[in-house]
């Protein structure tokens, strides 16, 4: 069975700070995807890493895709309130034929002003 | 550009019920796949459909069952349901392309409620 694990499963730090959320698995994914979800909602696209090493910039969020493919980390500089969320990554199995996403737990970040 | 549309919001079950879930896909897209989310959790793989069929199942007893219709939108059935199915069910759509990867875009979810 194919598994993510996500770390800290919690964050609570202050505006301002910078942080960086662990994606990790011991099985190779064709590609990764972060989401960030509201309470009751649904998640929300952020970005989608495909090739091994890849790093990809979006505003204040760094997404960088592990060089197996196997892990990925996504860093935010100067947090503010409004990236407060659940930060989930969900990889796509490699060699699979683009059916199921695979989560992780997922990161609840708070950030205070 | 409408996205993916998810119906009811919220619903409210008693245990041994039936239940329906609709999902509209964004549009453009052709394959649809449900996931469930419990309080605290990721969300997990239920099922895919495209072309009406199922084509990926996940860990689910067989009192899940699904339908796409011929206009992509899907159906989610939940028989006899027990209080652990209370969850988030999330619907999210993509474009099977088999050259890309398979970025998937969620609905709102529906929130069921087991009692």
């Known amino acids: 069975t194919q598994l993510l694990e996500q770390s800290p499963q919690f964050l609570s730090i202050q505006e301002g700070e910078n942080l960086t959320v662990y994606c990790n698995s011991s099985s190779v994914f064709s590609s990764l995807q972060w989401y960030r979800q509201e309470p009751g909602e649904g998640p929300v696209l952020l970005v989608t890493?495909?090739?091994?090493?890849e790093v990809k910039k979006l505003k204040r969020l760094t997404f960088q895709f592990g060089d197996a493919r196997k892990d990925s980390s996504l860093h935010i500089t100067a947090a503010q309130p409004g990236d407060t969320g659940l930060y989930l990554c969900a990889g796509a199995p490699s060699g699979g034929s683009q059916g199921n996403l695979i989560f992780g737990k997922g990161t609840k970040l708070s950030v205070k002003p | 550009d409408a996205g993916v549309t998810q119906s009811p919001t919220h619903l409210i079950k008693t245990r041994g019920q039936q239940v329906t879930l609709r999902c509209s896909p964004k549009?453009?897209?052709?394959?649809v796949s449900w996931y469930q989310q419990a309080l605290g959790q990721g969300p997990q793989f239920i099922f895919q459909?495209?072309?009406?069929?199922?084509?990926q199942r996940g860990n689910f007893p067989d009192r899940f069952s699904g339908h796409q219709f011929p206009n992509y939108s899907s159906e989610l059935n939940v028989n006899a349901l027990l209080l652990g199915d209370s969850a988030l069910y999330l619907c999210a759509s993509s474009f099977l392309d088999w050259k890309t990867t398979d970025t998937q875009y969620f609905g709102p979810g529906t929130r069921l409620t087991v009692l």
């Open positions: 459909y495209y072309e009406e069929e199922e084509r």
């Open positions: 549009s453009g897209h052709d394959t």
């Open positions: 890493v495909v090739t091994g090493g």
